[in-house]
Every structure is written in structure tokens, then in C-alpha cells.
């Protein structure tokens, strides 16, 4: 069975700062890997996927992140923290035929 | 734009009352997804639909069934609502059966039931 860890429920960063949120997946077969952000109020967003190929994935917004088999990871990044990042941020794992297994939510919270 | 449609952002119920959430998407999307967001849970799959007349349990299907009689429409009902199913409920929508196509979400429907 597929399951998705999501280590930290909150993270705070200031504005400029790295952001790192961490996901790592448990999968029996190779796995498609998808971070999804949720803004107050809204339904969730596609930020980024993993399928084949490449394991850099670049997204929208400035995100990106890296499939690490080995780690069984898949953690989101941005090289600098910008005030309309603050949301919540969901890594999703799936063997394939749309049935996604999302993580516990990681909320980002970015001080001026 | 595509779009995902939920009928009601917030809705307040009683408890043994039977509730309809609705969900149109515009895109011609095969599949249709019902989520249920909880803090500290995240989403949980309900039920989902590949097709039309076509349904199969997600992960917590207890208390709550659904129906898709055209593509583009997505129910879900709870038929007879208790204070435990008092939860974001999320629709989502999807082109093909590939697995890694995006979802497309609704914004939510708040349900509290009392």
C-alpha cells in the first residue's frame, strides 16, 4: 500500500529565507509523486509532479523538488520565501490509475 | 479556465438529516473524486467515478454513498448526517485513467452538522 509522511505539521521561514518541506513515500511500485498547495479559502493546486525521467522537478511559483529513490523522498523547495507562500502544502503519492494517497498537510507560515 | 463547481461553500445540518453535496466540472473530465479534509488527517478518499452510473469506494466510504447519472455531475450524500461527518468536503475532477494526470478541485464545501 502507498502512504505519504509529511515531517513537520507547521514551518515558519521569514521572507528571503530557503523553504524546505519534507515528504518522504512509502510505494510498492514506482510511484508518481505530486505537491499540491492549498491558499486560505481554495481548493488545492497542482504545484508540481513526478512520473518519469528527470528526478529535478521544476514547478510553479519558483518550487521545485527532487525524487531521491533511494531516500524515498520527495521534499519541496524554494531558494527564497515570499509573503504570498504562506498556505498549506500537501505531497500525494499514487502507483497510477488516479487514486492519490495525500500526506497529513505541512502549513507554511512567512514572516515579514 | 477549467472549473470545478461545489454548490454550497458552507452548509449547516442536523443530525439524521439527509444532505446532498454537488459538484459540476466543465471540462469533459472522466473521473470525479469526493475528498474529506480534516486538520492533522489531510484529504481522505470518499468515493470516486471513472465513468458515468460507474462508483468505487475510496477509503472511507462509511455513511456516505454517491451518484453520477451524467459526466459532468458528481454527487454526494450523506444519508443520514452525524456529528463526525462534520468536514471540509472537497470535489476534484480528472481527464484519463493514466494516474498522472493533475486533479482540479472545487474550493470546498464547510459542513457542519449538528
Known amino acids: 500500500a502507498q502512504s505519504v509522511t509529511q515531517l513537520g505539521s507547521h514551518v515558519s521561514v521569514s521572507e528571503g529565507a530557503l523553504v524546505l518541506l519534507r515528504c518522504n513515500y512509502s510505494?510498492?511500485?514506482?510511484?508518481?509523486l505530486f505537491w499540491y498547495v492549498q491558499y486560505p479559502n481554495q481548493g488545492l493546486q497542482l504545484l508540481l509532479k513526478y512520473t518519469t525521467g528527470a528526478t529535478l522537478v521544476k514547478g510553479i511559483n519558483g518550487f521545485e523538488a527532487e525524487f531521491k529513490k533511494s531516500e524515498t523522498s520527495f521534499h519541496l523547495t524554494k531558494p527564497s520565501a515570499h509573503m504570498s507562500d504562506a498556505a498549506e502544502y500537501f505531497c500525494a503519492v499514487t502507483p497510477g490509475f488516479q487514486k492519490l494517497v495525500f500526506g497529513t498537510g505541512t502549513r507554511l507560515l512567512v514572516s515579514p | 479556465d477549467v472549473k470545478v463547481t461545489q454548490s454550497s461553500r458552507y452548509l449547516v445540518k442536523r443530525t439524521g438529516e439527509k444532505v446532498f453535496l454537488e459538484c459540476v466540472q466543465d471540462?469533459?473530465?472522466?473521473?470525479m473524486f469526493w475528498y474529506r479534509q480534516d486538520p492533522g488527517l489531510g484529504l481522505r478518499l470518499i468515493y470516486f467515478s471513472y465513468d458515468v452510473k460507474m462508483k468505487e469506494k475510496g477509503d472511507i466510504p462509511e455513511g456516505y454513498s454517491v451518484s453520477r447519472e451524467k459526466k459532468e455531475r458528481f454527487s454526494l450524500i450523506l444519508e443520514s448526517a452525524s456529528t463526525n461527518q462534520t468536514s471540509m468536503y472537497l470535489c476534484?475532477?480528472?481527464?484519463?485513467?493514466?494516474?498522472?494526470?493533475?486533479?482540479?478541485f472545487g474550493s470546498g464545501t464547510q459542513l457542519s452538522v449538528l
Open positions: 510505494s510498492s511500485v514506482p510511484p508518481y
Open positions: 476534484a475532477s480528472s481527464l484519463s485513467q493514466g494516474g498522472n494526470e493533475k486533479l482540479f
Open positions: 471540462m469533459d473530465h472522466e473521473n
